[in-house]
């Protein structure tokens, strides 16, 4: 068998280049058009509804609740509320020293506890009452012990026992400001709030602390030692 001659050799080699050259062209184009759609793709997903807290979580801006001293344990009078703002400007809250231990409560004697003002019913803000003491909405009412009232439809809360319900339409517990103390100073700080919400804005459900506060805080104005008494 006698072999081609080397022109035809050399012929066979250049084309067999141009075809490797055009194929991998060809896959150039059409690769570079698949990530063009792909990126239009991309632009054109909808954004994601929020329903639920798993979605919460991936689609709002993460944010951190912010830790403010708000008095001394020693300088409060018991039963005398002070008032704060707390994580938002305006959003209030009430701390009290109870002056007989609460869940939750801390300080040397537990009874130190602070609640959302806000009530859980159409948002009203509700006030402390010391037992035996008479809504100024209602002189008529002898509170039985120390607690939050509202005087827009007669809300109240246990202040003593988790803020939980016990008199009147609020559909759940008042949120509580989680509190630190400081056992060598008595410095008592505020870092954070229970849920469901402080509006109750969340999804039903809604209890982990990042979503309450992703939930409560867009778009508001996160207090600082600055705001935290300011009107
Ligand atoms: S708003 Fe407080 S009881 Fe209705």
Redesign the pocket.
């Known amino acids: 068998v006698s072999n081609p001659p080397e022109d035809e050799l050399v012929d066979i080699a250049s084309g067999r280049r141009d075809f490797l050259k055009l194929t991998l062209a060809a896959a150039v184009i059409v690769t570079s058009a698949a990530v063009g759609s792909f990126l239009r793709f991309l632009r054109f997903i909808p954004s994601p509804t929020i329903s639920g807290t798993a979605e919460v979580n991936a689609n709002l801006v993460h944010l951190s609740w912010p830790r403010i001293k708000l008095v001394n344990a020693k300088t409060l009078i018991p039963l005398q509320p002070v008032n704060f703002n707390y994580p938002l400007v305006n959003t209030p809250n009430t701390l009290v020293k109870l002056g007989a231990k609460a869940d939750d409560g801390i300080g040397p004697d537990g009874d130190i506890v602070a609640y959302s003002s806000i009530?859980?019913?159409?948002?009203?803000y509700?006030a402390f009452q010391s037992a035996g003491s008479t809504p100024l909405c209602d002189p008529s009412y002898k509170v039985p012990t120390a607690e939050g009232y509202?005087?827009?439809?007669?809300?109240e809360y246990d202040l003593q026992h988790g803020g939980k319900v016990i008199g009147?339409?609020?559909p759940r517990a008042v949120p509580r400001v989680f509190l630190e103390y400081d056992n060598s100073t008595g410095d008592i700080y505020a870092t954070g709030m229970s849920g469901p919400t402080i509006f109750g804005h969340g999804p039903p459900g809604t209890t982990d602390p990042a979503s309450v506060l992703s939930y409560d805080l867009q778009g508001g104005e996160i207090v600082t030692s600055a705001t935290v008494f300011s009107e």
Do not use: K, S
Not at 119 to 124: A, E, I, S, Y
């Open positions: 009530c859980q019913h159409l948002g009203c509700f509202c005087c827009c439809h007669g809300g009147g339409p609020p």
